[in-house]
Every structure is written in C-alpha cells, then in structure tokens.
C-alpha cells in the first residue's frame, strides 16, 4: 500500500498560482502512474490531470487544459501539479491518486476506478 500527502493547497485569489505537491511512501518502488483529482462542495469528484510513470504521457480535463501543469519530482515518488490563472470554480478539495498496477499504461489515466491507493486532500480556494 501506499501513503500519499498532499500539500500546497490554501487561499488565493482569482487570477493566482499555486502549487500542490504529493510524496508517496511505503513502496521501494515509486514506478507508479499519478494523477490528481478534485471534489467541489456538493459535486462528484472529478479528473483534473495525469502523468505514467516515465512521465511520457500527460493528461488533462478539458477545463483546465492551459492553466494547469502536472510534473514528476527527480525523485519519482512525488508529483506536482502547478496550476495557475485560477478561477473560483477551481475550487475544491484536491487528492492525489496514484496506480501501482500498470504504471506506464497509457489509457484510462482519466478514469478513477484504475488508481490503488489515494491522498487525504488538500484544500484549494479562489476567491473572486
């Protein structure tokens, strides 16, 4: 199994950047696919972006497409997510996800039902 802390999420204003950030631990092999999601009040948790393993394959939901940039760390067990010109409908608790089954799978990297193991969230708020 593996343990997954988000961190970066806070407060900010429309139009401002932020960076979220993910280590996953309790694996000696950080060759897993990573993605992350997020969850408005009162909305189904959603895809927001994904990169494999080699980091080959990226992937985004369509509404964050340009403003929104996932990265692996140089010490693969941590990814990133730099998301910028943040609007309030960005607002959400955002988790981290990762697959430890098919790392470099290039399909379904959208799909929620193919991540093992998943963060506790972190909070990202836009103010208008």
């Known amino acids: 199994q593996v343990q997954l802390e988000e961190s970066g999420g806070g407060l900010v204003q429309a ?18 696919a ?20 080699s980091g080959a394959t990226t ?3 369509d509404s964050v497409k340009g403003r929104f940039t996932i990265s692996r760390g140089n010490a693969k067990n941590t990814v990133y997510l730099q998301i910028s010109s943040l609007e309030p409908e960005d607002t959400a608790v955002y988790y981290c996800a990762v697959d430890t089954r098919f790392p470099n799978l290039r399909v379904r990297l959208r799909d929620q039902n193919r991540y093992t193991d998943w963060g506790q969230g972190t909070q990202v708020t836009v103010s208008s």
């Open 59 to 61: 992937v985004y939901a």
């Open 15 to 32: 139009g401002g950047s932020l960076r979220l950030s993910c280590a996953a631990s309790g694996r000696t092999s950080s060759n897993y």
């Open 34 to 53: 990573m993605g992350w999601f997020r969850q408005a009040p009162g909305k189904e948790r959603e895809f927001v972006a994904a990169i494999t393993s």
